[in-house]
């Protein structure tokens, strides 16, 4: 009997003790041994809510306690200063966003949380306790999970391979049990395949389950490393920019399923995103860096109200008003130098030409 038959039989007699059937998928389109979350009655909700932070055991955001508190950072590389005296908490359940123009700091502050990074000045505390100088897998151990601007995947495997590898912090087992496949080894890793089932339903990526990442539609390719972070069993998502170079729909079904993980299985979100539309409708809070400082924090509607975030945007007005003159001066010496004379001569040139 190989190992495939033996998965399907320890899977067929579980569900056998359950009493559970499949309604929905066949079974040659399941991986051998794994029951889907699809084959449990309310499994997105029931099911997954056991691999991550179940909402209904998390207390509402505006009476939650701290989980994450980045305390006055500072972080620089040689002469450049990138994150300056940076200060923010991150609440149970909330989904707070970062943003701020190219260079700001954004991703910075998502590398010295996940300690890639150590700031040389201020403190990041988890749950009351500094993470400050811990190696990156001890704080992923800890509920922290990120996603990244670019996607880092393994392009060869598959969705369920790279969905497994979120499991590995979880995974008990030494490697020679594993590779034995016997008795606590081989248990361990059906429940761990049943979860990331969970998540492929939860996700709605069933139909690519067994296909290498590398033949995915982008969008979908992002879909399946939120997936990755969601199998690590976080209580906090970093996502960095996870709309970037989505089309609109492939946005709004990520927009979807950002806000179903905070409602449905109460993970609070730290979200850095260049599209201000998506931040503005689905964040709590937002702080806005420029330059590596903090030069705002607050809801939506006060963030964009704010004078220095629309100056950092949009450029100073003041400071437009006041080089006027001397731009219209540099333009008036523009439009009587040769130069001037020789583009309307070529302008002239072609509107013949196409006449």
Do not use: C
């Amino acid at each position: 009997m190989n190992e495939h038959e033996i998965v399907n039989d320890e899977a067929t007699s579980m569900k056998a003790k359950s009493g559970t059937t499949s309604p929905d998928r066949s079974d040659s389109d399941r991986e051998p041994g794994v029951a889907s979350a699809s084959e449990q009655p309310d499994a997105s909700t029931s099911e997954l809510s056991s691999t991550v932070a179940s909402a209904s055991e998390q207390p509402d955001a505006s009476a939650s306690e701290q989980l994450l508190v980045v305390d006055g950072i500072q972080l620089r590389f040689g002469g450049v200063m990138a994150i300056n005296d940076v200060t923010f908490t991150v609440h149970e359940r909330e989904l707070f966003a970062i943003i701020g123009p190219n260079g700001a700091g954004k991703t910075s502050i998502f590398n010295s949380i996940s300690q890639v990074y150590i700031p040389q000045v201020g403190d990041i505390r988890w749950k009351g306790t500094s993470i400050k100088r811990l190696r990156p897998d001890k704080v992923a151990e800890l509920g922290i999970a990120r996603t990244f601007q670019n996607i880092e995947l393994f392009p060869q495997m598959t969705v369920l391979d790279n969905l497994l590898l979120g499991r590995h912090i979880r995974m008990k087992r030494s490697w020679l049990a594993g590779a034995v496949w016997w008795g606590p080894a081989r248990k361990e890793e059906l429940e761990n395949r049943r979860r990331v089932e969970d998540i492929v339903d939860f996700l709605e990526i069933e139909q690519w389950r067994k296909h290498p990442v590398a033949l995915l539609p982008y969008g979908i390719q992002k879909r399946v490393e939120l997936g990755r972070a969601l199998a690590m069993e976080p209580e906090l998502l970093l996502l960095d920019e996870p709309v970037a170079g989505m089309n609109l729909e492939e946005t709004e079904d990520m927009a979807r399923f950002i806000l179903d993980i905070r409602q449905e299985l109460g993970i609070a979100m730290l979200l850095v995103e260049h599209d201000m539309a998506l931040v503005m409708d689905i964040a709590d809070r937002v702080l806005v860096l420029d330059f590596g400082v903090k030069i705002a924090e607050g809801t939506p509607e006060e963030v964009q109200r704010d004078p220095a975030v629309i100056a950092a945007y949009l450029g100073d007005e003041a400071k437009l008003e006041a080089a006027a003159p001397e731009l219209a001066e540099i333009a008036a010496e523009l439009a009587e130098s040769p130069i001037s004379d020789a583009i309307d001569d070529v302008a002239e040139s072609v509107d013949e030409s196409l006449s």
